[in-house]
């Protein structure tokens, strides 16, 4: 479920509306988004990487309407919100570590898997800052909802499709946009931090 504000935020909304009719509960299109994360590793593990880019794909979209559904049908429920978060932890940490068997053969790239690390420090420091701010009182659950952030998990998952897209592609350099996710996800991190502090 897609939170946050910005562009992300409003499609998730706006799929709500439209897919309300899904015969599936929130919860169940939670569980599936998973589902398919873990369909796109595998595929990604036997070298199936288009086919695993596609599982990925619905992976986020399905990750994006659960939420967006729970709202428009008025099914929220605090554990759809604690079991949408486990997903979309789950959900980007398949995808990061799917990277590891892409053979990226591109000139000049650093190692992906140190990139890696510092993208998965920055998702998951991200959200936990979000997370305990709210839960320590250091903020609102309203504020937390509405801290500012430089990438958003929604605009991310679309960053890391189009990078992969690029690679299976064949162009030479997108580990700079790779590179770029994981330095703009820091500095989220870090932009929330400051914010809860302030």
Excluded: H
Aim: include cysteine.
């Amino acid at each position: 479920m897609l939170k946050s504000g910005g562009m992300a935020g409003g499609v998730s909304s706006s799929l709500g509306k439209y897919l309300g009719w899904v015969p599936l509960s929130p919860n169940q299109i939670t569980v599936l988004a998973v589902l398919c994360a873990i369909a796109g590793f595998g595929l990604f593990y036997l070298g199936e990487y288009w086919l695993g880019l596609a599982a990925f794909a619905l992976a986020f979209l399905l990750d994006a309407v659960d939420g967006a559904v729970a709202r428009a049908r008025g099914e929220t429920s605090k554990m759809g919100g604690f079991l949408d978060g486990v997903s979309d932890r789950l959900v980007e940490f398949f995808l990061l570590i799917s990277l590891l068997f892409v053979p990226l053969g591109m000139p000049y790239a650093p190692d992906a898997f140190w990139i890696i690390l510092v993208l998965f420090f920055g998702t998951c420091m991200a959200a936990f800052v979000k997370a305990y701010a709210a839960y320590q009182g250091a903020l609102t659950r309203e504020e937390a909802d509405k801290m500012p952030g430089i990438l958003e998990r929604g605009e991310r998952g679309a960053f890391l499709m189009l990078f992969v897209f690029l690679v299976l592609y064949g162009f030479a350099y997108a580990w700079v946009l790779f590179a770029a996710i994981a330095l703009l996800s820091i500095l989220t991190f870090l932009q929330r931090l400051r914010f809860v502090v302030k």
